[in-house]
């Protein structure tokens, strides 16, 4: 089950219960929302070597950072590394996921289009 709220004129939608069935409670005045946006950062086609798919890791962008960068912009990303171990497909299996939480971004194909939407 799930409850829907206005909040600011948004329509917001909270999960009741979580994967094990334990009941969520959000306390409205206390919580804080933040932006955040997944991006994944593969490196360029002409640096990787010849007959390889070239490597790619996902960012976290939080905040001020969200919703500036389009598919097939050339960025510069400063940020933190950080490995999480995840559980695979509700087996005995677990995995490491690689994430940057980025801290700094910058434009390496600057261009008049770009220069607008900063």
Do not use: W
């Amino acid at each position: 089950m799930k409850i829907t709220k206005n909040i600011n004129n948004e329509t917001i939608t909270f999960p009741t219960k979580d994967n094990d069935g334990n009941p969520l409670i959000c306390e409205f005045g206390l919580t804080k929302y933040t932006d955040f946006q997944f991006l994944t950062l593969q490196e360029l086609p002409e640096e990787s070597p010849n007959g390889l798919i070239p490597r790619s890791v996902s960012i976290v962008l939080l905040d001020d950072l969200c919703g500036k960068y389009k598919p097939g912009d050339k960025i510069f990303i400063t940020g933190v590394y950080k490995n999480v171990t995840t559980k695979i497909d509700n087996a005995d299996k677990y995995g490491i996921k690689q994430y940057i939480i980025a801290t700094n971004i910058e434009y390496l194909n600057f261009n008049e289009s770009s220069k607008n939407e900063i």
